[in-house]
């Protein structure tokens, strides 16, 4: 098992634009969250997903949403970035809710200029 | 609110010597509490888990629900444990994990 993947690994993008950031799951796992990571910080909740339904959701702007797929793979879009949202984004998947835990990916490397 | 609280951003320990990595969490109700870990180049990882009540690498924990508190222990440290330390919460209600800023063990030769 491949473990959690996210891609890209590294971003560079312009304020303003938009970004699409992947994430797939540990098979057989149904949750999905979405956490940033800025430095020196522990990571900050996102979005969660679990059987393709919104669960929770952090105090993030709306300029950030998210989407389940069938397979349980999970997109994060940011629009109309802003330095701001320079940050590690970090991809997370359980088997329940996570109160058990999760399993997290690398990460993808956002940078805004 | 629900907050986990790290108040060391730093902890120096020689090998050999225990370690203890605090964390305290203010929450209203019963919450699940975790440790992480972040070795250098590798992703964060789940350490334990208290639901679980386990040792892992020499590691424990004990909830304190009268104090707050879910400090990590481990009676000798090893070189192998220098790391970035997570302490996180999980709610009742909801099911998102609540982070601690962190706390980074440095074990000296």
């Known amino acids: 098992d491949a473990g959690v993947t996210q891609s890209p690994t590294h971003l560079i993008k312009t304020r303003g634009q938009q970004v699409t950031l992947r994430c797939s799951p540990i098979?057989?796992?149904?949750?999905v969250s979405w956490y940033q990571q800025v430095l020196g910080q522990g990571p900050q909740f996102i979005f969660q997903?679990?059987?393709?339904?919104?669960?929770g959701r952090g105090n993030f702007p709306d300029r950030f949403s998210a989407r389940q797929f069938p397979n349980y793979s999970s997109e994060l879009n940011v629009n109309a970035l802003l330095l701001g949202d320079s940050a590690l984004y970090l991809c997370?998947?359980?088997?329940?809710?996570?109160?058990?835990?999760?399993?997290f990916g690398s990460g993808t490397r956002l940078t805004v200029v | 609110a629900q907050r986990v609280t790290q108040p060391e951003k730093l902890l120096s320990v020689f090998k050999g010597a225990p370690v203890e990595l605090k964390c305290n969490y203010s929450?209203?109700?019963?919450?699940?509490l975790f440790w992480y870990v972040q070795y250098s180049r590798q992703r964060l990882q789940l350490l334990l888990r208290?639901?679980s009540r386990e040792s892992i690498k020499g590691f424990t924990a004990d909830l304190n629900k009268g104090e707050t508190s879910f400090h990590l222990k481990k009676p000798f440290a090893q070189e192998e444990d220098s790391a970035m330390y997570y302490c996180?919460?999980?709610?009742?209600?909801?099911?998102?994990?609540?982070f601690g800023k962190g706390t980074r063990l440095h074990i000296l030769p």
């Open positions: 208290h639901i």
């Open positions: 929450y209203s109700g019963s919450p699940e």
């Open positions: 997903y679990y059987e393709k339904e919104e669960r």
């Open positions: 098979s057989g796992h149904k949750s």
């Open positions: 996180a919460l999980s709610g009742n209600r909801d099911d998102k994990i609540i």
């Open positions: 997370a998947s359980s088997l329940d809710l996570g109160r058990y835990g999760y399993t």
